[in-house]
């Protein structure tokens, strides 16, 4: 081939490309019109008067703009869109509240059984749903008895992300004693089919009965990242956990604020059902880095539950969680790290003011509290650093002791315990005989 023959070959490659490049920005521009934004309330149009009529009108893929104000409805979303909050001026405050006549039964939970539940934001079976700048409110729910589950935020079979979102007041009236319902946001999947994999960053979560944040089943896979989860502290209603990842559901939890989770009715010497900050439980493989946990029952825990196991054909395990680089401080009741589950690491926290240990090697679940290892951490005023009544955990010499009973005790309780008394009116240390290990009860 010539010269001459190979530069017009060349020049031709170049229009080609280029012109590929030109219809393949004219595709995009089309999608992005034909995706256009539509608005809830008057700051921009088209315009509806609810978030579901503009969820119902919608197309794939659309941006809904909700514009500030209440929303007194429950929402149902069932294709992938971008629900936003709009800020304009000095308003921002986009809140969907309880409708008139309360939250009802839209959906039932995926786990065996069925539970019903009543979602005040629905998503199900979609791909890709973004939440952002929303406010879910479930004061005046106005539910009888127990059930349905009440819950702000629930991703059915379903994924996306969850950003500057607040859920609040997810509590059933009178806050009825025993009622394991609450929850401000639900990730569930895969019971028997399904996927879900939800991002939940920068977003406050308080004022629930049961859990601040779930991520359940073999199918779900939660990402939680720089939240603040608060509990309604000493309380009646439910034995409260801030963060639940459960029945095979996978996670990462790192950088998040955890506090006041407090059963009120667990004291010495009933010490079952109580509250937890992050309870792992039934699921492997977990990273937990980088959390505060404060004013708690229990701080971190992972238990294995072969009730599961026998359900599901899996052993129920909840081994190989790492927990490195948390604060755990001022557990009441228990201890600020309890593992019963296998193949474990601890490494670089801070555990200061548990009642019980700062690190529970716990063999009172199946086959449990072996090959852990406990390496390089700062425990500070418990009645034992560690307490290990498992076998082949390494417990490594690079740990700090201050004020501790004992730094390393054989057993699965300590003789004596400093245990908080908690109280609304109250908070006093007093010594305590120990009595038999409880475990935090997940939302199910």
Not at 70 to 87: D, F, S
Not at 334 to 344: E, P, R
Not at 355 to 384: F, Q
Request: glycine residues 12%.
């Amino acid at each position: 081939m010539s010269d001459q023959s190979r530069t017009m070959t060349n020049l031709n490659v170049r229009r080609f490309v280029k012109s590929g490049m030109f219809l393949l920005a004219g595709a995009l521009v089309c999608q992005t019109l034909l995706a256009a934004n539509i608005y809830v309330g008057s700051c921009g149009a088209p315009t509806y008067p609810t978030i579901q009529a503009a969820v119902t009108a919608s197309t794939s893929g659309e941006n809904i703009y909700v514009c500030p104000g209440t929303y007194p409805e429950q929402v149902t979303i069932t294709r992938n869109v971008n629900l936003i909050g709009v800020k304009t001026g000095t308003s921002g405050d986009v809140v969907i509240t309880s409708p008139s006549g309360g939250v009802v039964l839209n959906a039932y939970d995926t786990y065996p059984g069925a539970l019903p539940v009543a979602a005040q934001v629905l998503i199900q079976n979609a791909g890709n749903v973004t939440l952002t700048n929303i406010t879910v409110d479930g004061g005046n729910n106005q539910i009888a008895g127990c059930g349905p589950d009440l819950r702000g935020i629930y991703y059915q079979n379903a994924s996306g992300t969850i950003n500057e979102v607040v859920t609040r007041n997810q509590v059933l009236p009178g806050g009825l004693t025993g009622c394991q319902s609450g929850e401000g946001i639900f990730v569930q999947s895969g019971y028997s089919s399904g996927q879900a994999n939800v991002l939940i960053e920068n977003s406050t979560v308080h004022s629930f009965q049961k859990n601040g944040i779930t991520v359940d089943g073999p199918g779900a896979q939660g990402r939680l990242q720089y939240n603040y989860i608060s509990g309604l502290g000493p309380t009646n209603g439910a034995a409260e956990n801030g963060i639940q990842i459960s029945d095979g559901a996978q996670g990462t939890v790192t950088g998040n604020v955890v506090t006041n989770e407090i059963w009120a009715r667990d004291v010495f010497p009933d010490t079952g059902d109580a509250a937890s900050g992050i309870l792992i439980y039934s699921s492997e493989n977990v990273q937990i880095e980088n959390n505060t946990v404060a004013s708690t029952q229990f701080g971190i825990v992972t238990v294995t539950d072969p009730t599961y196991g026998t359900i599901h054909n899996s052993g129920g395990l909840s081994d190989k969680t790492v927990i490195k680089s948390n604060a755990v401080l001022d557990t009441f009741l228990y201890d600020a790290i309890d593992l019963c589950s296998n193949s474990n690491t601890v490494e670089n926290n801070v555990l200061s003011n548990a009642a019980e240990s700062g690190v529970h090697l716990d063999s009172s679940c199946t086959s449990a509290g072996n090959k852990n290892v406990v390496n390089s951490n700062t425990i500070t005023e418990s009645c034992a650093g560690v307490l290990n009544s498992g076998t082949a955990n390494s417990i490594g010499t690079a740990n700090t002791y201050n004020s501790v009973g004992t730094t390393v005790l054989t057993g699965n309780v300590c003789s004596t315990l400093s245990v908080a008394v908690v109280g609304s009116a109250a908070s006093a240390q007093v010594s305590q005989a120990s009595s038999a290990t409880g475990h935090p009860t997940p939302v199910r």
